[in-house]
Structure formats: C-alpha cells, structure tokens
C-alpha cells in the first residue's frame, strides 16, 4: 500500500473518567475512502476534532503527509491541506454561496490579508471557488444567500467549500446527515469520484452509503478501535456483530 | 441603485447642503454643529468596523477617542508654550500643524488599539465587553491623575492648529476638512469591506470555525480590524479636540464609548453609512431636545429602545430594508 496521507498513532484522550479515545491509531491511503462508523457516544467526533485539530491529544500522534501536526492547530492544519466539513453546516449564513467559497479559496492562496482590492475580483481564487461550485452543482446558486440555501445545498457547499483547498485529505463528519434519499444517492456518487482527488476520512450513519463507498471502515466503540477491514471483513466480524449492529454472534 | 446607496447618497446631500446653507446664512454656529456631527460619525465608522464587521462589541472605544485627542492637545499645548515635548537625546517640538498631528493621533491610538486587542480580543462576549470596558476606565483614571497635561481639567489650546492653505478658524473651511476625511474613510471602509480581509472578517464573525478550517487565524483578523478600527477612532478625536479646542478626560470616558457605540446602533450596525447617520441624529436630537430638558437622553433611550427592538438595522435598516449590506 502507498504511504498513508494521514494518520494517528496511539491517540488517546479523556475527559475525567471518560476514555473518549483509547490508543486509536487509524490511517488514510491515497485514492481510498475510509469509513469510521459506531454508535453515537463511540468518540467519532472526539477523533475528528483531534485530527482537524480543534482538541489536543493526551497522548498520541497526528501525522499529516509524512509530517507530525499533533501540536499545530486548527488553522495550520488547514494551511497543510487538510479539508474539513461539518456535521452543521458551518457556512457564513448571510453571505452568498460565492462568497463562501470564495473564502477558502481566499484561505487556500494564503492570501487573505488584501485590503482594497475587490475580494470577487481576484480571478485565481474565483476561479477555484467556481470550480468547486460547479464539482457540487451549485452553479446556478451562486449569488443566492446562503440562509436561502436548501439542507441538501448547504451539505453541497460545505463540501464545495472544503474543495476550494484542493486538500491532501478530507475529513467529512456525516455529509449525508438530513438528506432525502435523491440527495444521499447523488452525494454518493459525487463521493466515489473524489476519492481519486484526495482520500476521504468519512464518518457516516448512512450505512447504505458506507457500504457502498468504503474501502475500508474502521468501528468505533466505547472509545476504541474494535475492529478496522474491508467492508466484507466489517460486516463479518462478530465483536462489531456485537456491539454495533446489535446481533447475536 | 439600490435604496441604501440611495439613502446614503441622500445623506451626504444633506451633509453638503446644510453647512453650505449655514454659511450663506450666516449661522456659524449651525456649521460648528454640522462639524461636530460629522467627527462624531468618522468616530462611529472606526468602531462600525470592529463592531458591525467584525463583530466586536468594544466599549473602550473613547480610549481611542481620547488618545486621538490627547495628541492633539500634548503637541499644541507645547507649540503654544514654546516648550519642547523632549530636549534629549534629541529634540521633540510641539506642532501646531494638522497633518502632523492626526498622524500622530492615528499611530498612537493604532498602538493602542493593538495593545489592548491583542489581550482582549482572547475573550468573547460579555468578557470583551467589560475587558475594553476596563481599558477604557484605565486611561480615563490615567488621564485624570496626570497634572502635566491638565489632570481633571483638561487642557485648553487658545488657537485651531493649522492646514496648509486654508484659514481652519473659519468654520465652514474646518468643516470642508472634517467632511473631507469623512469621505475619504468612508470609501477606505467600503473597499475594505468588499475586500478578501474584509470577506474574511465578515465570516468569522458568522462561523469562526469555518474560518480556521479554511486556514485563516480569526483571531489576526480581528486584531487587524480592531487596530484599523482603533486608528480611526483616533483619528476623530484629534479632530474633535480640535474643534473645541480643548481636551479633557471626559473624551475617554465609558460614557463616551456609550456614545460612539450609540451612533453605530442607531443608524444601523456594519451599514457602511450607519454611524453617520446615527451620528446626525445623536446631534440633531441634542440641539432640538436639549432645548427643551436637560433630559433629553431619557428620549433618546426611549429611542435606542424602539430601534433595538423593532428595526435591528437601525435607520438604515428602515429606510433601506433589511439584507442589503454595506452597499
């Protein structure tokens, strides 16, 4: 297998007496979609947030792309190609759908200390934040303001926004959450082509979807890494028969 | 063009004409007001962007205020006594010359500003509040208890520093200059806001975390809005002390914040022509019912009240609807 783009070893973290991770150590390959499922309260997002760097680890490393970020933050993670979405929607809601890719665009060139000069003026970026408009379908949105924005958009332009970073990774927490099943199918889709830009970390409910994208899934629970395999190899085990899809072994 | 472009067009009309009227009338007082009117509002523009697009809701601002107007009046006061500000290691003079003494004004009140928002601006909400609350209170303190330069009484300055080429003790050519910098901070705001910084700021106001993730430090961002902010605000108070000819403490007092933050709220937080707007009203309510009570806040409050309450754009918003931002 090719050099992970991402990675954890041993992470571990606890609020008081609660193991919210235990030694997690999970990796993300080039071209692979990797499925991190488990039930709610497993720590899913207690790990994104270590990885995307809003939590500090108490033990453990992050490595992004052969370099350790465990003690950099949210904002240079960023800067070295990690592309995050959100469980909720985190959009500037009064601002147009442009505007906010335009601001990771803006983010992604490093540039965004300009004073005077006209921010949708800056063809490159425009460009980028286009582009990415366009990956998503919302093209004909894009001087709509966000608030006016259907649930399914706002999950297109979050995802719209993390592509304007043209990141080493993606970290997706439950892109599918709140979308009807035509929503979810076209995701789905548009999902299965990204993984050739850049792997995907994706934490998801949606199992249809999982099985359908994954390459891999690793299993969440009580804070801990029970199992981690093909879809086939998952579905399979009995300690995740157990404890997650809640059948007898 | 849109309504707000056109009220503020309206606005900029009335702020030409009215002066131009009191001049041919002979009411030197009507255009000592439509001065003060307009400083006031450059004061409110400086906060409006910490405020309206940053989303920091300072009640320092009279330290920024009041640091403008210190500058002024420490250099004139020593120009007026033939007293250098410093003899060694080399010479400090007093100037009695405007542009030295608002750049002056702008590089003190920015260091401020820098100082102070570089602590504050680690804390949100309620805490940033009474943090620059607590700023503010500190120079005011400062200020008072400072013999040198007047202590509680302040400091007088007998003539109106100079401009190059214009006689600034004439009102309606003190005016030109206070409505000339007016404008001209008005478009430095506007293009800042349509700006990637000011696209930048105006999302972490909204979803700081977006911001991070996309690789911008909010915290920068705000800093640099705070200082800019600041260096206005400053640059105002230079003004005013030069309109009264006189500074005091009371320039950096919490009531004064109370007020600049009152310009904003009134004529519409983060539109760009909302602190003038409000500003013009403040005044135009304290000519008019100050003639009739000595408390006449008691109508402004009630008015604050039904702004806040019912037209969350302020007059702006009213006049103009509510979405359009910073046309």
């Keep these: 297998m090719a050099d992970p783009i991402l990675e954890t070893h041993g992470i571990s973290k606890a609020f008081g007496a609660l ?112 582009q990415a408009l366009e990956q998503v379908g919302l093209t004909e949105n894009m001087a709509t303001r966000t608030f ?102 | 063009m849109t309504r707000e472009r056109m009220v503020n067009a309206a606005m900029l009309l009335i702020l030409i004409a009215f002066p131009l009227w009191a001049w041919a009338a002979d009411e030197p007082f009507m255009i000592t007001l439509a001065t003060k009117a307009v400083i006031l509002a450059l004061a409110g523009v400086g906060l409006n962007i910490a405020l ?120 309606i050519q003190f005016y030109a200059i206070a409505f000339t910098i007016l404008c001209a901070v008005l478009i430095l705001t506007a293009r800042l806001a349509k700006s990637p910084f000011g696209l930048a700021l105006n999302a972490a106001r909204q979803t700081e975390i977006r911001v991070e993730t996309v690789g911008i430090s909010p915290y920068k961002l705000r800093l640099i809005a705070f200082t800019i902010s600041g260096m206005i605000t400053g640059l105002a108070g230079a003004l005013f002390a030069d309109l009264n000819r006189f500074v005091s403490p009371t320039m950096l007092s919490w009531q004064t914040s109370g007020e600049i933050m009152i310009f904003v709220i009134l004529g519409g937080v983060a539109r760009l022509f909302g602190p003038v707007v409000g500003a013009v009203l403040f005044i135009l309510l304290e000519h008019l019912l100050g003639g009739i009570s000595d408390y006449w806040h008691i109508y402004l409050g009630a008015l604050l009240l039904v702004i806040v309450l019912f037209a969350r754009g302020g007059i702006i918003g009213v006049l103009a609807g509510r979405e359009a931002k910073h046309g």
């Design chain 2, 52 to 171: 309206g697009l940053g989303g920091m809701i300072s009640l320092g601002h009279a330290a920024f205020f009041g640091i403008g107007g210190y500058a002024m009046g420490v250099l004139a006061s020593h120009a007026q006594n033939f007293d250098p500000i410093l003899e060694g290691p080399f010479l400090i003079e007093g100037t009695n010359s405007m542009p030295i003494i608002w750049l002056t004004a702008i590089i003190a009140s920015g260091l401020a500003a820098l100082a102070i928002g570089a602590i504050s601006i680690r804390t949100t909400g309620a805490y940033f509040i009474m943090i620059t609350l607590a700023f503010g209170q500190m120079l005011f303190f400062f200020a008072i208890s400072w013999p040198a330069y007047g202590g509680e009484d302040g400091l007088s300055i007998w003539v109106r520093n100079e401009f190059p080429g214009l006689n600034t003790l004439d009102p």
């Design chain 1, 148 to 249: 006016e924005l259907s649930h399914g958009q706002r999950r297109q332009l979050e995802v719209a926004v993390a592509l304007t970073l043209s990141p080493k990774a993606f970290i997706m927490d439950e892109p599918m959450a709140g979308l009807g099943f035509e929503g979810s199918k076209n995701l789905t889709g548009f999902l299965d082509t990204l993984r050739h830009t850049a792997p995907i970390l994706l934490v998801e409910h949606d199992m249809d979807a999982v099985f359908a994208l994954a390459d891999r899934i690793s299993v969440l629970v009580y804070g801990e890494v029970i199992a981690t395999g093909s879809v086939e190899e998952v579905r399979n085990d009995p300690a995740v028969r157990t404890a997650y899809l809640g059948e007898e072994a």
């Design chain 1, 19 to 130: 193991h919210a991770s235990k030694d997690i150590s999970i990796d993300l390959v080039p071209g692979e979609i990797h499925a991190l499922i488990g039930p709610n309260g497993a720590g899913k997002s207690t790990l994104i947030q270590q990885i995307a760097g809003a939590l500090k680890p108490d033990a453990g490393r992050v490595i992004l792309d052969g370099e350790d970020v465990t003690a950099l933050n949210t904002v240079a993670r960023a800067q070295r190609g990690l592309g995050r979405t959100f469980q909720i929607s985190a959009l500037a809601m009064e601002d147009t759908v442009l505007e906010n890719a335009m601001l990771g665009a803006i983010g992604a060139s490093g540039k965004p200390f300009h004073f005077f000069r006209r921010a949708l003026d800056q063809a490159e970026a425009r460009a980028v934040a286009e």
